[in-house]
């Protein structure tokens, strides 16, 4: 069976991580090909090399080198040449990059530089660790998040980081993307699934991203797989994350079924066969329902060491039931 997930950073991780658990493990006999399509919306360059917070926490988790407290970076991370570069005034001091965070980012860099492409880089980095999913970025092309406020335009993770999303923003712009394209890999890895999934991810700037993707919508929509997503939002909060901050820019509640009804029904034009929905957030499976989508309420709450694989079973139950 192949799975393909679509996913941002800390949830897409915590996702991945629940759904290699549910099929077996890391070198168990693989019962499933899980391909995992990251957003790169965040991605950008430090201090001459490529960032890819997405593609990396979700490496990092798969890897089992991940800092599962902060939910992102390495574990046993040291900041040495950060503090270097503070003293020197240059990067962006509110954006720590760590010193085994830096060498993934010279490697990728180096890589670029050859000529590779993000995709033929990815899977370089990926080939170090034993990660049980194959892992791509959406596309090849840099299609960064820039987020319009009162103050001037940023780059979504210094809006993220530095202004703690309290700078209010009028709009997300995903500056770049009429020139961008899903990659091949990514594409045929959605056209050739058994099972879609979209990981408990940011609806905005992680799901959303990728799906604004030129070609992403089409991929899905003509795929003969069922599309399942899993909720990110358990009774009106986002957890872990300013998903809520995000929706309200978009002018969407933060609720697990407005969040369903913004993706949309597939067979009506959307994303969705199936959504998968907190026990807390029972009470919506009619309103959903009622979009076309079917709904089921489960746990929900990923934690480390916790019912993560559980939740990726009940998704694949739920797309079983579709297919
Ligand atoms: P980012 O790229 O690091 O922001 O991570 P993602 O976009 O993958 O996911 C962030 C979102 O995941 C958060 O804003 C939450 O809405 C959601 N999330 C975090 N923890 C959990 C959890 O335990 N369960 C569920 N269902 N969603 C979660
Ligand atoms: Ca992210």
């Known amino acids: 069976m192949r799975i393909t997930v679509l996913a941002g950073g800390v949830g897409g991780a915590r996702f991945a991580l629940g759904l290699r658990e549910a099929l077996g493990g890391p070198s168990g006999v693989p019962a499933a090909e899980i391909t995992i399509v990251a957003n790169i919306g965040d991605d950008m360059w430090l201090s001459g090399v490529k960032v890819c917070p997405d593609l990396d926490s979700i490496m990092y988790a798969l890897a089992g080198v991940g800092d599962t407290e902060r939910g992102w970076g390495r574990a046993g991370e040291s900041e ?9 005034g240059v990067g962006w001091p509110w954006f720590t990059l760590g010193d085994l965070d830096l060498g993934t980012h010279l490697a990728r860099t180096e890589l670029l530089r050859e000529g590779a492409t993000l995709t033929e880089a990815t899977a370089r980095l990926a080939a170090r660790w034993d990660l049980g999913a194959r892992l791509l970025p959406v596309t090849d092309d840099e299609v960064p998040t820039h987020v319009v406020t009162g103050e001037g335009v940023l780059h979504f993770e210094e809006w993220w980081v530095r202004t703690r999303a309290q700078l209010p923003a009028h709009r997300f712009v995903q ?3 009429e020139r961008s394209r899903i990659s091949h890999a990514a594409r045929e ?3 050739s699934a058994d099972v879609v999934l979209l990981a408990p991810s940011n609806p905005v700037v992680s799901i959303g991203t990728i799906v604004g993707i030129p070609g992403v919508r089409d991929a899905l929509e003509t795929a003969p797989a069922p599309v399942v997503g899993v909720s990110p939002i358990i009774a009106g909060r986002a957890l872990r994350g300013m998903a809520a901050t ?6 969407v509640e933060p609720d697990a079924a407005a969040v369903a009804a913004h993706y949309g029904a597939r067979r009506a034009g959307g994303l969705l066969d199936g959504w998968l929905v907190a026990e807390e957030d029972a009470g919506s499976l009619g309103a959903i329902e009622a979009h076309g989508i079917a709904a089921e309420a489960r746990p929900l709450l990923l ?8 939740v990726a079973a009940d998704a694949l139950a739920l797309a079983e039931r579709l297919r």
């Open 246 to 251: 995000c929706l309200e820019v978009i002018g």
């Open 303 to 310: 934690t480390p060491g916790g019912p993560g694989a559980q």
């Open 80 to 88: 040495r040449v950060a503090a270097e570069l503070t003293a020197y």
């Open 175 to 177: 500056h770049g993307l």
């Open 189 to 191: 890895a959605i056209a």
